[in-house]
């Protein structure tokens, strides 16, 4: 099993440039979830979602979108990227329940120009 | 809501000695569960120890173990026999027993751990 894939690693963007950050998981698990990781701030909840079709906003959503079409994958949009979305990105998925701990992917550094 | 406090931004350890990190949250539940999670240099987030809150006893995870004092709120995570590999960031983090499938993990700022050989 692969787990949590997250493409790509490293990505650079200009200010105003659009992407997809691509999660994919391969263990069934109904819950996924993005997350941005900042020096001094932890980790903060972006979207989430409970199963395909549905999603939901976290903590900090503005700027982004996401979708969920099947199972396995939940992309993350920047739909007009800003300075102040370079961060580290990460994706994770477990089993409903608040019992199940998240598998994490290995995360995507994003740097905003 | 509920939030997740690591005081203590950076801590250090000699090998072989046991170190404790500091976790408190706040919260009005009584049903929730609490995690450590690990990061090393590598970037991957590791899942270390988890506690259930309607369980007494603590749990225990080879080398780690937690001291979960629920009335007080606090969870701290104890690293007997440190090791050169623990050195990391860990996060503790919270996640509710209420929301059930919309549940949402919230995590402290981390802590960074250095060993010292």
């Known amino acids: 099993n692969a787990g949590v894939t997250q493409t790509p690693k490293f990505q650079v963007l200009k200010t105003g440039q659009s992407m997809t950050l691509q999660c994919a998981q391969d263990m069934n698990h109904e819950y996924m979830s993005w997350y941005r990781q900042d020096p001094g701030m932890g980790l903060r909840l972006i979207h989430y979602?409970?199963?395909?079709?549905?999603?939901d906003q976290g903590e900090v959503p503005n700027g982004y979108n996401v979708s969920r079409s099947t199972t396995e994958d939940f992309p993350l949009r920047l739909l007009s990227a800003a300075p102040s979305q370079t961060s580290v990105y990460f994706c994770?998925?477990?089993?409903?329940?608040?019992?199940?701990?998240?598998?994490f992917g290995d995360g995507t550094r994003l740097s905003i120009l | 809501a509920q939030t997740v406090t690591q005081s203590q931004p950076e801590m250090s350890v000699q090998e072989a000695e046991t170190v404790t990190l500091s976790c408190t949250y706040d919260?009005?539940?009584?049903?929730?569960?609490l995690f450590w999670y690990k990061q090393p240099p590598s970037r991957q987030m590791i899942l270390v120890i988890r506690q259930e809150a309607y369980k007494q006893q603590n749990a225990t995870e080879n080398r780690f173990s937690v001291n979960f004092q629920k009335a007080a709120k606090s969870f701290s995570l104890k690293i007997s026999d440190s090791q050169l590999g623990d050195a990391a960031m860990y996060f503790c983090?919270?996640?509710?027993?209420?929301?059930?499938?919309?549940?949402?993990?919230?995590f402290g700022k981390g802590i960074t751990l250095s060993v010292r050989p």
């Open positions: 919260t009005s539940e009584s049903d929730y569960y």
């Open positions: 979602s409970v199963g395909a079709g549905i999603t």
């Open positions: 983090a919270y996640r509710s027993e209420m929301s059930g499938a919309n549940s949402k993990l919230t």
């Open positions: 994770a998925s477990s089993y409903l329940g608040s019992n199940q701990p998240q598998h």
